[in-house]
């Protein structure tokens, strides 16, 4: 059983930054693969970013060369760092992890909301 714990999220103006943070809970933790998904209001929920157990990531093509997807095992924890950010990146984000390499994502945390001002 793993507990994925967001935090990060805020206002920010179009072309800042925020880094979102994911603390999970669990010693195995590291041989979890991790995504950030976000949703926004009147869309369906997308994949932004995942990265695996060894730290391969991939991007959507909408936010390559912008977000970053790291890990840091030895504090559990999955980052998101947004840069150059755009109204269009208005969502609540969430950070999901599985144990396995690929198919859906089991654990999912409660969201953060980022928000983008024009």
């Known amino acids: 059983q793993v507990q994925l714990v967001e935090s990060g999220g805020g206002l920010v103006q179009a072309g800042g930054s925020l880094r979102l943070s994911c603390a999970a809970s669990?010693?195995?933790?590291?041989?979890?693969?991790t995504g950030w998904f976000r949703q926004a209001p009147g869309k369906e929920r997308e994949l932004v970013a995942g990265i695996t157990s060894g730290g391969r990531a991939n991007y959507a093509d909408s936010v390559k060369g912008r977000f970053t997807i790291s890990r840091d095992n030895a504090k559990n924890t999955v980052y998101l760092q947004m840069n150059s950010l755009k109204p269009e990146d208005t969502a609540v984000y969430y950070c999901?992890?599985?144990?396995?390499?690929?198919?859906?994502?089991?654990?999912w945390g409660q969201g953060t909301q980022v928000t983008v001002s024009s």
């Open positions: 999901a992890a599985d144990k396995r390499s690929w198919g859906n994502y089991d654990y």
């Open positions: 669990g010693r195995t933790f590291s041989f979890y693969r």
